[in-house]
C-alpha cells in the first residue's frame, strides 16, 4: 500500500504570498490531519478533515485553511505568508471508526518563506 | 484537562547500552498511547501503540513500551541502543477518537 504522499517537498515563497499544500492519504483512510513543526513550537495541530468536513481545529490565524476531497486528498492554503510560517507541514492520515489511530505521517512540506 | 509530558527534551546513551525515554499523561479517559520516531527532514514513524490490550508493547526496531495506569505513564525502552536510532521521539496520545495530543519531542543522541 503506498504511504502518504505530500507534495511539494520544498517551496520557497516571498511573505505576502499564498501557498498551497497538497496530501495524499493511504488508500481507505478517512481522516486527514495537518501539523506545523517548528524548532520553537514543536508539533503543533492545524486541522483535521474527515469526509470532506474540517472536523476539529487548531489555535491558527484564519490565513491557514484547508479543505478536502471526495477522495480524502486534502490541500492546505496558508494566505498572505509571514516569515514565522516558515516550518516543515506534515500531514497525518488515518482510519476512522475502527480505533484510536495511529496516525500515519507523509514526509511533509518544507515552506521557507523570505 | 487532557495532557502529555515528556520528562526528557534530550537524552544521551552510548551505543550498546539501554535506552529510557519518559512520557506521562494526564486523563480522566483511558487513552490510546503512540511512540514515533523522526529522523531528520522526514515524516515521523509509529514506533509502537497501546490501546488496552496487553501492557506491554513490543514496537519495531526493538523498541518496547510499558502502559502503567498507577503511575499514568508510557515508557518508551530498547535493551541496545544502534547508532541508527539517533532521532526525535513522540509520545502521542488520544483520548476521544481521532483528536491527538503531542509532547514536545525528546532528541537521542547515540555515542559510538
Known amino acids: 500500500k503506498a504511504g502518504v504522499t505530500q507534495t511539494p517537498r520544498y517551496l520557497i515563497k516571498t511573505r505576502g504570498q499564498q501557498v498551497t499544500l497538497s496530501c495524499s492519504p493511504i488508500s481507505g483512510h478517512r481522516s486527514v490531519s495537518w501539523y506545523q513543526q517548528t524548532p520553537g513550537q514543536g508539533l503543533q495541530f492545524l486541522f483535521e478533515?474527515?469526509?470532506?468536513?474540517?472536523?476539529n481545529k487548531g489555535n491558527f490565524p484564519g490565513r491557514f485553511s484547508g479543505r478536502q476531497f471526495s477522495n480524502s486528498r486534502s490541500e492546505m492554503n496558508v494566505s498572505t505568508l509571514e516569515l514565522g510560517d516558515s516550518a516543515l507541514y506534515l500531514c497525518a492520515s488515518s482510519l476512522v471508526g475502527q480505533e484510536m489511530g495511529p496516525l500515519h505521517f507523509g514526509n511533509g512540506t518544507r515552506l521557507t518563506v523570505t | 484537562a487532557q495532557s502529555v509530558t515528556q520528562l526528557d527534551s534530550h537524552v544521551s546513551v552510548s551505543e550498546g547500552t539501554p535506552v529510557l525515554l519518559r512520557c506521562n499523561y494526564s486523563s480522566s479517559y483511558s487513552p490510546s498511547l503512540f511512540w514515533y520516531v523522526q529522523h531528520p527532514n522526514k515524516g515521523l514513524q509509529l514506533l509502537l501503540k497501546?490501546?488496552?490490550?496487553?501492557?506491554l508493547v513490543k514496537g519495531i526496531n526493538g523498541f518496547e513500551a510499558e502502559f502503567k495506569k498507577s503511575e499514568t505513564s508510557f515508557h518508551l525502552t530498547k535493551p541496545s541502543a544502534h547508532m541508527s536510532d539517533a532521532a526525535e521521539y513522540f509520545c502521542?496520545?488520544?483520548?476521544?477518537?481521532?483528536?491527538?495530543?503531542f509532547g514536545t519531542g525528546t532528541s537521542l543522541t547515540v555515542i559510538p
Open positions: 497501546y490501546t488496552s490490550a496487553a501492557t
Open positions: 478533515y474527515f469526509s470532506e468536513t474540517q472536523r
Open positions: 502521542v496520545v488520544s483520548f476521544t477518537g481521532n483528536q491527538f495530543y
